[in-house]
């Protein structure tokens, strides 16, 4: 069963996403909480795993990471126990900032994060292409970021009446 959040939770959840950095007072004052209780249930959101972690969102390309490919694998119909193996060697390449299972032809999607286009041929060659069962990789290289959110539509999620 999911937990159940109130409209000040919500809140409070809202504006953690854009700047977790704001004080605990500025929030409360935000909320229409006194900063005690703020932090209580910012601690109870922590604990009941709403909140995971705090992080710094990075500017890539700042730091040359201009490259974002999205790269769908397909496992060998033979290999599909196999499937936790591949899941498990993908989480070690820091080069790959997501990956999801898929619907489709493919198995899975992965978001490729690199500095140019050799150091992604090198990825490949050296490492994904070197993991066992894969049958097919596709690439597809993104021209230009549109939308990027680390956000949840929480205007969706359900509150809980008092």
């Known amino acids: 069963?999911?937990?159940?959040?109130?409209?000040?939770?919500?809140?409070?959840?809202?504006?953690?996403?854009?700047?977790?950095?704001?004080?605990?007072?500025?929030?409360?004052?935000k909320v229409g909480l006194s900063?005690?209780?703020?932090?209580?249930?910012?601690?109870?959101?922590?604990e009941k795993g709403i909140i995971k972690r705090r992080v710094a969102i990075i500017d890539s390309d700042s730091l040359g990471l201009e490259i974002v490919v999205f790269?769908?694998?397909?496992?060998?119909?033979?290999?599909?126990?196999?499937?936790?193996?591949?899941?498990?060697?993908?989480?070690?390449?820091?080069?790959?900032?997501?990956?999801?299972?898929?619907s489709g032809g493919m198995d899975y999607i992965l978001r490729v994060v690199t500095t140019d286009m050799r150091a992604y041929e090198r990825f490949l060659r050296d490492h994904l292409l070197q993991l066992p069962n894969i049958a097919e990789v596709h690439?597809?290289?993104?021209?230009?970021?549109?939308?990027?959110?680390?956000?949840?539509?929480?205007?969706?999620?359900?509150?809980?009446t008092p």
């Not at 900063?35 to 922590?46: F, M």
């Open 139 to 160: 690439s597809r290289f993104a021209v230009s970021q549109v939308k990027y959110s680390t956000g949840l539509p929480l205007d969706l999620v359900e509150t809980k």
């Open 1 to 29: 069963m999911l937990p159940k959040i109130d409209n000040t939770d919500k809140k409070i959840l809202k504006i953690l996403q854009k700047d977790s950095d704001i004080s605990n007072a500025e929030l409360a004052d």
């Open 71 to 102: 790269t769908t694998v397909k496992i060998s119909a033979q290999a599909q126990h196999g499937l936790e193996d591949f899941e498990r060697r993908v989480s070690r390449f820091d080069e790959i900032t997501e990956c999801y299972t898929v």
């Open 35 to 46: 900063p005690a209780p703020c932090w209580r249930r910012i601690k109870r959101l922590e």
